[in-house]
């Protein structure tokens, strides 16, 4: 607030004292100045005199005696008649520069900043609104009209989940009413597909996200083939492929371009066209056809993408089906033949066979008991 104070003070000095340095000038010897606070010109009468005057049409400037002070007075009568025209004149242009606009306008921008730093610097006291305690089931709610106590429940409301799942069963049975009602109506809105004729050279394509918001849904697309412009020669066609660029495809004859720095699909539709009117103008120019200038076809990838293709001899024909057939038919026959020969190899028999041979093998021998005679016992002999 200190702060405010002294820059109010400083511009009410800057602008009502008078200057020292020039009064000097005038009277032959120098004496300190007083510091005063009121303007050089004083109000011609009370403050209700000077609140009548109007702003718009100050009033002319008349030197008047009796508005010194005594001291200014003592002053004034020793100065020389040419010093005291000379000091009128001076008077006379201080109080038009003080009561020109941008002097005025100044001095209020001044005054106007000090009220704002006051204002800002004092202190306020704000009032805290008294403080709702939500109830249990209210916690958490954003809107404070329907915070507070929870009503007592009656039994005559369901869940949030409940009416969740009816918002959802509504929106199903409003679909299912438009498919039945309005959607057949607009099989009288069809209209049969035509090719575009060759005076629409320009294709755009566009995309929707079926009603959702996306960004990418205000892109739209352009491609259009060099030939079918209409009125173009051939230097004029090979200098519009110069101008457009990486945009060119040499092996479609196509110009591809794609607009999305507006928010509608229109506005870049509309800027695409313009951009197409504009290229076919330069075409047309003939001022510079670029004939020094090479076209330049590197940004298109050249290398051939291997193709396969499925062999002839593996498709199948009527021809093929036929001799399939027969040699089945033919290896059926042969197969049955051999198992009532009793060529057929059966394997699980074999595997029988080997089998017991393994289980022959690995049964031990039996143990043989030798004849006991006189003496210790003998171990018998295997």
């Not at 508005?67 to 002053?75: A, F, I, S, T, V």
């Not at 103008?281 to 001022?287: I, L, P, R």
């Not at 089906?321 to 394997?347: C, P, S, T, Y």
Request: hydrophobic share 30%; net charge negative.
């Amino acid at each position: 607030m200190a702060i405010a104070f002294n820059r109010l003070a400083f511009a009410t000095l800057t602008y009502s004292r008078r200057i020292q340095g020039r009064r000097k000038r005038w009277i032959g010897h120098s004496y300190p100045r007083p510091l005063h606070s009121s303007p050089v010109c004083r109000a011609l009468g009370d403050e209700e005199e000077e609140d009548s005057r109007s702003r718009t049409s100050p009033q002319p400037y008349k030197f008047n005696y009796d508005q010194l002070d005594p001291e200014e007075r003592h002053h004034y009568d020793l100065l020389s008649p040419k010093e005291k025209t000379q000091f009128q004149d001076e008077e006379k242009a201080f109080y038009e520069h003080m009561r020109s606009p941008e002097v005025e306008s100044k001095l209020q921008g001044m005054v106007s900043q000090a009220v704002y730093d006051i204002s800002r610097e004092t202190p306020r006291e704000r009032e805290v609104p008294p403080r709702i305690v939500p109830g249990l089931m209210a916690m958490g709610e954003v809107d404070e009209q329907d915070s507070g106590e929870d009503e007592d429940f009656e039994g005559d409301d369901i869940t949030s989940i409940a009416h969740g799942e009816l918002e959802q069963h509504r929106e199903i049975r409003e679909y299912a009413r438009i498919a039945a009602w309005e959607m057949p109506m607009l099989s009288k809105l069809a209209k049969p597909f035509v090719l575009p004729s060759q005076d629409k050279p320009l294709r755009f394509r566009y995309t929707t996200y079926m009603g959702e918001t996306h960004p990418a849904a205000k892109k739209v697309v352009l491609e259009f083939c060099t030939r079918d412009l209409p009125g173009l020669s051939e230097p004029q066609r090979i200098k519009l492929i110069k101008l457009v660029g990486v945009r060119y495809n040499p092996e479609t004859d196509l110009v591809k371009m794609s607009c999305e720095m507006f928010e509608t699909q229109a506005q870049n539709k509309r800027y695409l066209g313009d951009l197409v009117d504009t290229l076919m103008a330069e075409a047309k120019d003939g001022t510079d056809m670029f004939e020094d200038v090479p076209l330049d076809f590197r940004h298109h990838d050249r290398r051939v993408k291997p193709k396969l293709e499925f062999p002839e001899k593996w498709k199948m024909t009527e021809e093929r089906k036929a001799q399939l057939e027969a040699n089945w038919r033919q290896r059926a026959l042969e197969e049955q033949q051999r198992v009532q020969a009793g060529k057929l190899v059966d394997g699980s028999q074999i595997i029988e066979k080997v089998l017991e041979t393994v289980m022959v093998k690995a049964r031990p021998p039996a143990a043989v008991q030798a004849p006991v005679g006189k003496g210790r016992l003998k171990r018998p002999v295997r």
